[in-house]
């Protein structure tokens, strides 16, 4: 089952925005969460990830202490907490289950296989 991400928008620059990732808790069981970003005219690119329970997690150098990724396993639900948005992550996010299970926070975008239809990020200058 896809996941279905949502918390997009668009915001001025320092803003932050909240983005939530629905997941099947049976398909999820176990594998790591990750969102992603592509832009226009630019490939996807990895943000963060967190393994299933959230104790490990893996940022993109670029979002490294701006962004935040959690997990409410209980609800099924992931986060991702930007915080100081900038012109440049103007993106559409997509959220992706990875094929292994386990306690890693995987980062390749060939070792995730479930992913949603994304939503819009705009940061505005």
């Known amino acids: 089952v896809q996941p279905v991400e949502s918390g997009g928008g668009a915001v001025q620059a320092g803003g932050s925005l909240r983005l939530s990732c629905a997941v099947s808790g049976r398909t999820f069981a176990m594998h790591s969460t990750g969102w992603f970003r592509q832009a226009p005219g630019k490939e996807r690119e990895f943000v963060a990830s967190a393994n299933w329970n959230g104790a490990s997690t893996s940022y993109a150098n670029s979002v490294a202490g701006r962004f935040t990724i959690s997990t409410d396993y209980a609800e099924n639900l992931v986060y991702l907490q930007m915080n100081s948005l900038k012109p440049e992550v103007t993106a559409v996010y997509y959220c992706?289950?990875?094929?292994?299970?386990?306690?890693?926070?995987?980062?390749?975008?060939?070792?995730?296989?479930?992913w949603g239809q994304g939503t819009q990020v705009t940061v505005s200058s």
């Open positions: 992706a289950k990875s094929r292994l299970y386990g306690d890693t926070a995987f980062r390749a975008i060939g070792e995730f296989d479930y």
